[in-house]
C-alpha cells in the first residue's frame, strides 16, 4: 500500500525528472526508462501514474502552464494601480517569466508544441492555452477598445508574444527577455494609442458643445 500523501510526491518527482530529461537530450530520446532513472524509480512507477510517456508529458505541461498561471496571478495582484496598460503589461511579463524562459521549460514548451499536431489529447491543452492567453488580453483591451478593436489587439499581441518566444527558444544564445518584453510593451501602447485618438474628438466635441 503506497504511503499517504506519495501520490503528489510521486508526480512532482517525475515531472522534474521530466524537464530535467527534455532539457538534456530532447524529448525524442526521453525514454520512459530514462525519466524513471533520473527519478530514481521503475518504469512501472511513471505507467501506474501516467499510463505513457504522453500522459507524462500531459502533467509536465500543466505543472507549467500552473507556473505561468500563478505567475500572471502574482504580478497582477502587485499592481499599484489597474489600468488596462498595467494590467496587459504584467500579463506579457508573465510569459517571460524565468519559469518559463529557463532551459528545460523551453525546450519541453517546444515539445509539446510539436508533439500537439499529433495527439488529441495534447491538442486540447495547447487550445486551452491559446485560449486562455487570448481571452485575458480581450478582456483586457475590453475596457479601452471597441470590441472588434479588442479582439483584433488581442489575437496580434498574443500572437506576438508566442513569436518573441520562439525566437528567443530558438536563437541557440542567451534569451534577451527584456528586449521582447520591450517590443511586446510598443505594440500595446500602438494599440492603446488608438483608444486615445478615438476619444480626443469627442471629447474636444463636447467642449466646444457646452462653451
Known amino acids: 500500500m503506497p504511503k499517504v500523501g506519495m501520490q503528489p510526491i510521486r508526480r512532482s518527482q517525475l515531472i522534474a525528472a521530466t524537464l530535467e530529461a527534455v532539457d538534456q537530450v530532447g524529448m525524442s530520446e ?16 511513471i505507467s501506474h501514474y501516467f499510463q505513457d510517456k504522453n500522459g507524462l508529458l500531459a502533467a509536465t505541461m500543466r505543472h507549467l502552464m500552473q507556473a ?11 499592481l499599484e494601480e489597474d489600468s488596462p496598460r498595467a494590467q496587459l503589461r504584467a500579463i506579457i511579463d508573465s510569459n517571460f517569466d524565468d519559469s518559463q524562459v529557463n532551459g ?8 509539446f508544441w510539436a508533439a500537439s499536431m499529433h495527439h488529441p489529447a495534447l491538442r486540447r491543452l495547447q487550445r486551452i492555452n491559446d ?3 487570448y481571452s485575458n488580453l480581450c478582456g483586457q483591451f475590453l475596457r479601452a477598445l471597441p470590441q472588434r478593436q479588442s479582439r ?4 496580434g499581441l498574443a500572437a506576438l508574444i508566442d ?6 527558444a530558438l536563437s541557440g544564445g542567451a534569451f534577451d527577455t527584456q528586449q521582447a518584453v520591450q517590443i511586446a510593451y510598443d505594440y500595446l501602447d500602438l494599440q ?3 483608444a486615445e ?3 480626443a474628438p469627442r471629447e474636444r466635441t463636447l467642449d466646444s458643445t457646452a462653451r
Open 163 to 168: 513569436g518573441l518566444w520562439l525566437r528567443g
Open 152 to 155: 483584433a489587439a488581442a489575437r
Open 30 to 45: 526521453a525514454s520512459i526508462a530514462y525519466i524513471a532513472r533520473l527519478a530514481g524509480v521503475s518504469n512501472g512507477i
Open 192 to 194: 492603446l494609442a488608438k
Open 68 to 78: 505561468l498561471s500563478q505567475a500572471s496571478r502574482a504580478r497582477r495582484a502587485a
Open 197 to 199: 485618438r478615438t476619444t
Open 104 to 111: 528545460p521549460a523551453m525546450k519541453t514548451w517546444l515539445a
Open 131 to 133: 485560449h486562455r492567453l
